[in-house]
């Protein structure tokens, strides 16, 4: 009769398996896990509405090319502000159209880096706005820096505090598995400001410092391929 022979794990053999599941489970959960920064700003320490471009204050992950700070559009006033906040007035048109003709809105945007691939969930933007601020936006994203398309409506809510939104990405298809080369641009523009005149400083928005200490405006991914080890 042949009998066989059953080895009885070793102590430490069972330790050995039970680090090797608990590290395990460790990293599936933290692959699953959603919404890291990608890269974003903190608004403390600026006045004036601060500079145009203005670059990431929290540098990307690596994963990019590259990083176009958040922009200006060219009929967006400056002026003398002591607020922490970066922006400015002059938002009077009464469409996302004349807007966007009128160059009153912000640009930033990315170039994911060669072999990597980013999938984006969610931008997180705290603003603040001005008694005659404009009171809705639009956030857009182009893949080809001339064609936007629409993501989300905004609607800015009461003056003199500072408030947060997240604009959701996730569902976003153009926005996911963006590989190697691809240049992101994103667009908000936002109108509605009380009267029309552009030198009308208290028609103000800007992304404020309300998160304090911490990023105000930023970039969140839920999934990055072939970065992870090279953090
Ligand atoms: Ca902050």
């Given amino acids: 009769m042949a009998h066989r022979i059953i080895l009885p794990l070793s102590v430490f053999g069972r330790f050995l398996i039970i680090a090797f599941a608990v590290v395990l489970l460790g990293w599936i959960a933290a692959a699953a896990h959603a919404d890291e920064e990608l890269f974003g700003w903190d608004a403390?320490?600026?006045?004036?509405?601060?500079?145009?471009?203005?670059?990431?204050?929290?540098?990307?992950l690596s994963g990019l090319s590259s990083v176009a700070g958040l922009a200006r559009g060219t009929n967006l006033k400056t002026g003398t502000s002591p607020l922490a906040g970066w922006g400015g007035f002059g938002w009077i048109y009464g469409s996302e159209t004349d807007a966007v003709a009128g160059n009153t809105y912000l640009t930033f945007g990315f170039t994911v880096a060669q072999g990597d691939t980013v999938s984006l969930s969610n931008i997180s933007e705290s603003y603040r706005r001005g008694s005659g601020g404009p009171d809705v936006g639009e956030f857009t994203y182009s893949l080809d820096g001339t064609n936007f398309v629409n993501v989300a409506g905004l609607t800015f809510g009461a003056f003199s505090s500072g408030q947060t939104t997240l604009?959701?990405?996730?569902?976003?298809?153009?926005?996911?598995?963006?590989?190697?080369?691809?240049?992101?641009?994103?667009?908000?523009?936002?109108?509605?400001?009380?009267?029309?005149?552009?030198?009308?400083?208290?028609?103000?928005?800007?992304?404020?410092?309300?998160?304090?200490?911490?990023?105000?405006?930023?970039?969140?991914?839920?999934?990055?391929?072939?970065?992870?080890?090279?953090?």
Avoid at 188 to 217: C, E, K, L, R, V
């Fill in 44 to 60: 403390s320490g600026l006045s004036n509405f601060g500079p145009s471009p203005w670059a990431p204050t929290t540098a990307p």
């Fill in 167 to 231: 604009i959701d990405l996730s569902g976003v298809a153009g926005l996911q598995h963006l590989t190697g080369g691809t240049t992101v641009t994103f667009r908000q523009a936002n109108w509605h400001s009380t009267g029309t005149d552009p030198g009308n400083s208290s028609a103000s928005w800007f992304i404020y410092d309300t998160n304090i200490p911490g990023d105000d405006f930023s970039v969140l991914v839920s999934h990055r391929v072939g970065i992870l080890a090279r953090r």
